[in-house]
C-alpha cells in the first residue's frame, strides 16, 4: 500500500476537483477519521478533507481498508462514506466491543423508528428521518419491552452513536425535556441488517 499512498501524495494520481493533493499527514487523518468514525458525511464537522479524500481516492481507500477487513461505500446520493466490517468476521478493534444492554437498547430503537420513517415516507430527499427522545424511550418500552435508560445516560448513549455518524442531535426543549433527533442514513451502517439478524437470532433463542 505504500507505493499507491505515494502516488497521491506526489501528485502522481489527480486531485480532486479543484483543490489540491493532500499531503502525508492529510491523507493519514483521513485513513484514521475513518476508522474511527465509521460513517463521515459532507458536512461532519472536525474532520478535515477525510470526507474529499475518502470520496475521491476511493479505489485506494478500498483497498487499503480491504486489509483490515471492511467495505468501503460511497453513497453519493447521500454524501456518505462508510466502513462495513464483513459479515461473520471477529473483530478486534475498539468498534467491535461488546455494547452494554442499554446501548443495544438504544441502537436498536433508532433502527426500528428509521425503518418507520423509511416505511412512511417520512424520510427527506438526504436521507433523514426525524424523531425525538420521547419515541426512542417509548420504542423501547414496547418494542423491546425493556425499561430506558434514564435521561443523562441516554443522552450519552447517544451522543456516542451520533459520533460514529448515526445521527444529529438537536436543541434540548428544557421545558418538555424532549430532544429532536435527525437519523442519517449511517444508522443502518452502524445497526447493519446482519447485526439485526444476530439480535433477533438471540432474542429468539432466549425466548
Known sequence: MLEPFRAIIDGDEPPPPGSRAPDAEELIRALQVMLKAQV???????????YELARHYAPFF???FACLGYALTVAHRDQMVSL???????RYDIAGERLRKDETLVLLALRL?????LRDARVGTDGIVECTTDEIVEKIRTAARNDPPDEGRLGEILRLFARRGG??????????RVTPLALL???????????????????????
Open 62 to 64: 478500498t483497498d487499503y
Open 185 to 207: 442514513p449511517g444508522l443502518t451502517v452502524i445497526a447493519s441488517d446482519a447485526w439485526m439478524e444476530r439480535l433477533r437470532g438471540w432474542a429468539d433463542a432466549r425466548g
Open 113 to 117: 423508528l428509521y425503518e418507520e420513517g
Open 167 to 176: 445521527l444529529k442531535l438537536g436543541e434540548r426543549d428544557r421545558i418538555e
Open 84 to 90: 462495513s466490517p464483513a459479515a461473520d468476521a471477529p
Open 40 to 50: 463521515v458525511y459532507a458536512d461532519t464537522p472536525g474532520i478535515g478533507r477525510a
